[in-house]
Every structure is written in structure tokens, then in C-alpha cells.
């Protein structure tokens, strides 16, 4: 098999670069380790810029998100038993829109399909070889046999576990990591959301945010410890800690309701450096991972797709690479930024027994600061509704 650029990796890093290459005349194949049923399972955050939401337009995917994606004019942030509102419109005239990172993926699959993409799943060991020559190529197993396709270049969307990342030599690949003393344990449950707007919560037992998904599916955490076991946490185990980190208006409020997933996921940032080496780029969290508390994961794999289908185009239609060279500088500068709104959010919010009452009151401190200052609150709208590509 031959193609242009081969994708390691189905999830919206992969199938958005996939779509848009595709759209610009440049064929590709997908290879994805899982089956479609396991993508589609997997639930995360869902909040997305205005950035990326034009990139899923010129992709040809934003019909379903215009429709059923909610605008979110701001967030709720709580501390000391008060809920404050950060207006993203009147600070920075931008807003986000609140749409299932599940759906994307369903939305891009669909996509795929109506253009008949090649995705092949079930694909194991898949490996890449000669990424420092002019013809690499990938090889993998499915259904007991070997199989190769060779290309111009590889694309690793293959995410944090992936086998993109460990190609590139160890004396080239610097990472940086910062991995959190605590969990989120997510609920979903079909209840109505308690708050209008996304609210992040700062409590002494823990974090806690209240988010949603539609008008009657809700998504909630609360900050966990990382020796907790899911099995230890019963829906009304769960109802309840939630209902004692959040102020008393939002706590009574609350339609409480049986679980349809629960899971406990590490908090982490994490950075490789450099995204490309010969011909082999890395986007999205194959190369950096963001702690969830910024909402930043699939809009970080956005702009790395934003650059890297451009950098493709300008190659394939003139040959032009200087895209491509620059492509790794590109990304990492809006990258860092985002790794620091994402750490930054992580520490005003959590507890962190560690840091003692001092560090308490410091957290507190600087919450009332940022409620109270317009210039506070425009850094942080700025940071979270995006960052310009
Ligand atoms: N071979 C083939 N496919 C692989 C391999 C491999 N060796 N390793 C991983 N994959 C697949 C995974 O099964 C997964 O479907 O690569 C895909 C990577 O998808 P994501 O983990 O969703 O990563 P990405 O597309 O970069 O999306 C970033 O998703 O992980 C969230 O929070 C993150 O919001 C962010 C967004
Ligand atoms: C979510 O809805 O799952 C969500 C929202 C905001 C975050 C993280 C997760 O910061």
C-alpha cells in the first residue's frame, strides 16, 4: 500500500488531520490499535475554543456542534462558600462552546466515512521505520497478517501512550513532567446540570466542578486521592462529597441521579520536545498532556492540527517546507502556554495538604484577587477561551 501521509492514531488529533488533509487533495491512512466501539467510549472534557471550532468547520464538521453544542459566555468559580461569574464575553468579546470531546470524535468518524477515509482498526504493533530518510514507512499486524504502507510522511496522533513518541532517538527527545499528588473522580449521570455555566470549585476537602454535556446529561468531579478505587465510590458516596465542596445555593440545588460512568484519571503535564524529527510530526497528547482543570487537551490537539495540515498543504502544493521546519517551534510556543493556564488553574483550585495553612490562605488570597480585578479575570477569560493560533 502507498499513501502520503500515514496517521498513527484515531482520536481527534488523527481523524481531524485526516479530514482536513483529505480536504486539501493529500491522501492518507489512518492505523488505529482500537476498535471504533472503544474510541466512542471514552468520555472527556468538552469544552471547546473558538479556534477550534473553525477548524472543525473548514474540516466540514460542524453542522452537529452548531446544533447541539451550547455557547458559554463565562464560567463560575466558588471559594469560602461564594460563587463569582467570570464574563468571557465583556472581557475579551469571545465566548466557548460546551460540546462532547465523545461527539467530536463520533462527528469526525462519520465524516471520515462519508468521503470514504481509510481507517483500519484492530492494527497491532504498529511501527514506524525510517523516519530520518525520505521514505518512511509503517508496518502492522490485523488478523494474523503483516502489513505495510509506505509514505511521505507519518503523522504520530497516537496520544500519550502511543509508539510515535519512543520512535524519535533518546538523545533528541527532551521531556518535561509534572505529575500531581491527586485524581478526578468524573460521574456522568443523566440529571439536569446544577449550574448554567461550567463552575470550578475550591473547597478544603478538594476541587469539585460542575459541568454538562446537555440540558439533561451532567459531568462532575471531585478531587480524589490517588490510592481511591472506583469500587470504593458509590453513586451516593459520591453525591454526597460533591454536595460538601459546593456552595450551599449550588449543593441544594443539586438532581442527583444514578451514574452511567464513573472513573478516577491522574492529573499530569507533560511536554516532548522537539514535535518532529525527520519526517515523523507529533500532535496532540503524543507529545504533551495538560492536567483537565484548563479544559485545554482537544484544543491543544487542534492547534497542532491547525499547523500541521497547513505545513502539508504548503509542501505538497509547492513544495515549500518551511512550514514544516518551523512546525515544532510553532506549536510548543502556544503549547507552553497552555501547559502554564492549565498548571496555574490546577494549583489555585486544588487542595494541597502539603502546602500547609500558609499555602491555604495564599490560594485564598489569590482567588479573591482574581474576582476582584478586571485584569485577573481578562488574563484568565483570555487563556480560556484561547489563545490566538
Ligand atoms: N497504534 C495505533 N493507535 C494507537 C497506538 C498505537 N501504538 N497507541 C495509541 N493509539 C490510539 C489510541 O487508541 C487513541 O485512539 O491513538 C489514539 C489517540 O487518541 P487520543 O488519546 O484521544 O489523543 P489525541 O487524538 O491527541 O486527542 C487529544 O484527547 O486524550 C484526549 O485529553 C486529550 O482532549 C485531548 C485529546
Ligand atoms: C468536562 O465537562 O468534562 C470538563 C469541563 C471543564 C474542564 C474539564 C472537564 O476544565
Known sequence: MKTQVGIIGSGPAGLLLSQLLHLRGIANVVLERQSREYVLGRIRAGVIEPGAVELLREARVHAWLEREGQIHEGIGISFGGRRHRIDFRALTGSCVTVYGQTEITRDLFAARDSLSGVIIHDAEDVTPH??????????????????????????GCDGFHGVSRRSIPANVLRTFEKVYPFGWLGVLSRTPPVTREVTYNHHERGFALCSMRSETLSRYYVQCSLDDHIDEWSDDRFWEELRRRLPGDIARALVTGPSIEKSIAPLRSFVAEPMRHGRLFLAGDAAHIVPPTGAKGLNLAASDVHYLSRAFAAWYESGDAGAMDTYSDHCLRRVWKAERFSWWMTT??????ENGPFGERIQLAELDYLVNSRAAMTALAENYVGLPY
Open 348 to 353: 489555585l483550585l486544588h487542595h494541597f495538604p
Open 130 to 155: 525510517g523516519i530520518e530518510t525520505d521514505a518512511p514507512w509503517l508496518t502492522w499486524c490485523k488478523g494474523g497478517a503483516s502489513h505495510r504502507v509506505d509514505c511521505d510522511f507519518i503523522a
